[in-house]
């Protein structure tokens, strides 16, 4: 069976917030290691039927990334969910609530 190493590096401040995030993946096309301001990682515990996460961001992620990167991760999520489920009702409304999020957003904070 072939697996795969995904290697997330986080350097924290001497306040202990996140102030770098390195990120790389055996057998992708990215072959040097990324940086990211900001990822969410989630698990599914299956014997105990609980998510487990972790949220990071770093203080350079400003509130309009961090509204887009929300909004794209929720979209994403929509597509996940519908080509595990097919149940495109839910997939639509999961879609639908994403882009009223951010076009609130943008309403509030791009005036």
Do not use: C
Request: hydrophobic residues 40%; aromatic residues 10%; charged residues 30%.
């Amino acid at each position: 069976m072939e697996s795969s190493t995904i290697t997330i590096k986080v350097k924290l401040g001497e306040d202990k917030v996140p102030q770098q995030i390195e990120w790389n993946a055996k057998g992708t096309t990215a072959q040097e290691t990324q940086e990211a301001k900001a990822f969410m990682l989630s698990l599914w515990d299956g014997t105990e039927k609980t998510a487990l996460r972790i949220d990071l961001w770093t203080k350079e992620m400003m509130v309009d990334e961090m509204a887009d990167f929300f909004y794209q991760t929720l979209i994403t999520m929509a597509d996940t969910y519908n080509r595990a489920t097919h149940h495109e009702e839910l997939t639509v409304e999961m879609k639908e609530f994403a882009k009223s999020f951010y076009q609130k957003f943008r309403d509030k904070h791009l005036k």
